[in-house]
């Protein structure tokens, strides 16, 4: 069956730098776009950054563009979110999106 799992979040101060990965199964992934989201506590969902299948093009929400990296692994079916310079405001649960498939997210809190 189809499995998004993300990980690699965790506590980190403000201006620190966290890494998540997505492992997928269950699909072909090297056909998908892939999407992170976040939602922040109290907030909606939103979508913050987005990679092509072949992980030519990206696109990035305003507030973290400059600051996130998002790349993909096809070979080992893998996408990363490379999170710089993080602020507080970051703070959320982050999900990895493939169409209709969502992972469990994971956890990211931005304090000192």
């Known amino acids: 069956q189809v499995q998004l799992v993300e990980s690699g979040g965790g506590l980190v101060q403000p201006g620190g730098s966290l890494r998540l990965s997505c492992a997928a199964s269950?699909?072909?992934?090297?056909?998908?776009?892939m999407k992170w989201y976040r939602q922040a506590p109290g907030k909606e969902r939103e979508w913050i950054a987005s990679i092509s299948p072949s992980g030519g093009t990206t696109n990035y929400e305003d507030f973290v563009k400059g600051r996130f990296t998002i790349s993909r692994d096809n070979a080992k079916n893998t996408v990363y979110l490379q999170m710089d310079s993080l602020k507080p405001e970051d703070t959320g649960v982050y999900y990895c999106?493939?169409?209709?498939?969502w992972g469990q997210g994971t956890q990211v809190i931005v304090s000192s």
């Open positions: 269950g699909f072909t992934f090297s056909a998908y776009w």
């Open positions: 999106n493939a169409g209709a498939y």
